[in-house]
């Protein structure tokens, strides 16, 4: 298994540039997570999916759209960049299973920097 | 709602020194436990969780024990060594009074520690 796997693992984007990042996972797992970690702080979360074709916005909705096609994929989209969107993303999934807590598994994290 | 509070860092030890991370929560429901680490270039990896009250987790030679009475979970371990050199994180896990977790995790803002030889 390959896990959780995310392209790019960096990019320059230019303000009011657009650009897609990619997140997969093999797992088979129905929850999926889209986080920004900035210098010196924990995680936020951006979006989250339960299932395919459903989506709800975390803490940070701001300037992102997401969309769950498939159990496998969940591009985080980024329509107007702007420099406060600088920042390191993370894409997770975890399989829920009735009450039982879910351990998250983590992609290896795409660096976006808007100039 | 939720929050997770994690000493500060950056903390720099010795190898073999013993290790203490803080932290500490407040939940509205009954949470759920745990420590991420993050090597450097990587994503974040879980080392260790507690489900309920009482329960220690461990891996590695790490250890956090689930302390509700002082809303505690703080990471130990006796003898840390070079490649332990990491971000560490405490989430948590809401679980609503019926059971069922709410699956979004809140995490404290990481602890870096550097492990000298």
């Given amino acids: ?115 | 709602g939720n929050s997770v509070t994690q000493m500060e860092g950056p903390v720099t030890l010795s190898e073999e020194a013993f290790l203490t991370i803080n932290c500490t929560y407040t939940a509205t429901g009954y949470p759920s436990l745990f420590w991420y680490v993050q090597y450097p270039g990587e994503g974040l990896q879980l080392l260790l969780k507690a489900t309920k009250a009482d329960d220690k987790g461990s891996n590695k030679g790490f250890e956090a024990t689930y302390r509700k009475e002082t809303t505690s979970f703080h990471l130990e371990k006796g003898s840390v060594q070079v490649s332990d050199s990491a971000v560490y994180f405490c989430a948590l896990s809401d679980r609503g009074r019926s059971g069922g977790s709410n699956y979004k995790l809140t995490f404290g803002k990481g602890t870096l520690l550097t492990v000298n030889p």
């Fill in chain 1, 1 to 115: 298994n390959a896990g959780v796997t995310q392209t790019p693992k960096f990019r320059i984007l230019k303000i009011g540039q657009s650009m897609t990042l990619q997140c997969t996972q093999d797992m088979n797992h129905n929850y999926m997570y889209w986080y920004r970690q900035d210098p010196g702080m924990g995680l936020k979360l951006i979006y989250y999916s339960v299932g395919a074709g459903i989506t709800d916005k975390g803490e940070v909705p701001n300037g992102y759209n997401v969309s769950r096609s498939t159990t496998e994929d969940f591009p985080l989209r980024l329509e107007l960049a702007a420099p406060s969107q600088t920042s390191v993303y993370f894409c997770a999934s975890s399989l829920r299973q009735g009450g039982v807590s879910d351990t998250q598994y983590f992609g290896p994290g795409t660096r976006l920097t808007v100039l």
